[in-house]
């Protein structure tokens, strides 16, 4: 099949790892960066990009996009991971919502959801704001309390008025 007028090919670039390289290669620990490794050994071998993608279990393309980023930036390229996750809106508030809820504790999440709207001027559910607290470092919905009470277990609790003790 000819490619249609204009198009340019594309130019093959072969794969050749020095022993550092290898080195590098083996002491990587991370299994996604492995996975890239592996295609370019396949493709080190001479082996095509449709068999890396086959031995490898990826699609074409991104055996395609491994060796356009190892041939930009080499070994420290395919280590680098430049995904980030979405950022809360909250995120900015943080130093005065961790200041107020310190030094005037609520009790309940619903009422941390109520100074965080206050606060922030953001609303967020009861779960959504025992998830930002803990990511404050708040270890309970009852911020500036560290350690929540604990809980009785039915041996230690006393028993109730209406029943009796038998043996």
């Known amino acids: 099949m000819n490619p249609p007028a204009g198009a340019v090919p594309l130019a093959?670039?072969?794969?050749?790892?020095?022993?550092?390289?290898?080195?590098?290669?083996?002491?990587?620990?991370?299994?996604?960066?492995?996975?890239?490794?592996?295609v370019l050994w396949v493709l080190h071998h001479g082996d095509t990009r449709e068999r890396a993608a086959t031995v490898t279990g990826l699609g074409r393309a991104t055996v395609q996009r491994y060796v356009r980023t190892y041939k930009d930036g080499?070994?420290?390229?395919?280590?680098?991971?430049?995904?980030?996750?979405?950022?809360?809106?909250?995120?900015?508030h943080s130093d005065?919502?961790?200041?107020?809820?310190?030094?005037?504790?609520?009790?309940?999440?619903?009422?941390?959801?109520?100074?965080?709207?206050?606060?922030?001027?953001?609303?967020?559910?009861?779960?959504?704001?025992?998830?930002?607290?803990?990511?404050?470092g708040f270890s309970d919905a009852r911020s500036g309390d560290p350690d929540p009470p604990k809980k009785r277990s039915p041996s230690t609790s006393r028993p109730s008025a209406g029943s009796s003790a038998r043996n």
């Open 74 to 92: 080499r070994l420290d390229g395919l280590r680098r991971w430049g995904v980030t996750g979405p950022v809360s809106a909250l995120a900015t």
């Open 96 to 136: 005065v919502v961790r200041a107020s809820l310190t030094a005037n504790p609520v009790r309940t999440t619903a009422q941390t959801a109520d100074r965080i709207e206050q606060l922030t001027g953001i609303r967020r559910q009861p779960t959504q704001s025992r998830v930002f607290l803990a990511g404050l």
């Open 12 to 38: 093959w670039f072969h794969i050749a790892r020095t022993e550092d390289e290898q080195r590098t290669v083996n002491a990587e620990r991370d299994t996604d960066v492995r996975c890239k490794m592996m």
